[in-house]
């Protein structure tokens, strides 16, 4: 793990712009955030999925910090569902195209939606009149002030509209 400093973020938002971080650093699993929080003195804190939903119009003077916590896995199944397990670092078309090559239905609406998986439950992604609050069960989410992982429901989400309990 590599703390940078001043460092273009052009490679990591989808419009390409040539904004500086004053530090950035990426993580692969909780341990890794919870070692760089430790480092975090002076927020403010901005975690990056794919960048295709942020448009930066300034350096960004404080700390950004991209997920790249990976892996997708069958869980469980009962007699209706499948449960997968994917991490935040994950692309989400990715995602989608590893759920249609097993026939595991329900994401596949979703198909071409830029970004990660870390940033669907965010806005609650949809398309084409389905949204991920319809095939979401649980996730586990960093709190960044408590330094504690928390599971959330989809109740808890608080999804509506391109919205969630994470936009507020
Ligand atoms: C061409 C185009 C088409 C699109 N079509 C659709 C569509 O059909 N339906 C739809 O719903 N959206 C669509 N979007 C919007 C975009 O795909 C989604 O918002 C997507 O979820 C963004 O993912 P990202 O990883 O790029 O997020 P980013 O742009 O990196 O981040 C977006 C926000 O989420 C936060 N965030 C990202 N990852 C995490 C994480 N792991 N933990 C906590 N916070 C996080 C960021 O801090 C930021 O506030 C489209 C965008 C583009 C550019």
């Known amino acids: 793990m590599q703390i ?26 909780t341990e890794e955030l919870t070692e760089l929080l430790v480092s975090i003195t002076r927020p403010p804190t901005l975690i990056l999925g794919g960048g295709s939903n942020i448009l930066f119009t300034k350096n960004y003077n404080g ?9 997708i896995e069958l869980i469980k199944e ?16 990715q995602f989608v195209s590893y759920s249609i090559q097993r026939n595991w239905a329900g994401v596949e609406n979703l198909s071409l939606i830029p970004g ?11 398309a084409y009149g389905v949204e991920l609050k319809e095939v979401f069960d649980e996730l586990d989410a960093f709190h960044l002030k408590d330094k504690k992982v928390y ?3 989809v109740n808890d989400c608080k999804f509506g ?5 994470f936009k507020k």
């Open 4 to 29: 940078q400093q001043n460092i273009s973020l052009k490679q990591f938002n989808t419009f390409g712009i040539d904004v500086a971080a004053r530090y950035f650093a990426a993580f692969s699993s």
């Open 63 to 71: 700390w950004v910090l991209k997920n790249k916590i990976k892996g």
């Open 78 to 93: 009962d007699e209706h569902h499948l449960y997968v397990r994917a991490g935040a670092g994950e692309n989400w078309h």
């Open 116 to 126: 990660e998986v870390g940033a669907s439950p965010m806005q609650n992604i949809g």
């Open 151 to 153: 599971r959330l429901t």
């Open 161 to 165: 509209y391109r919205d969630s309990i």
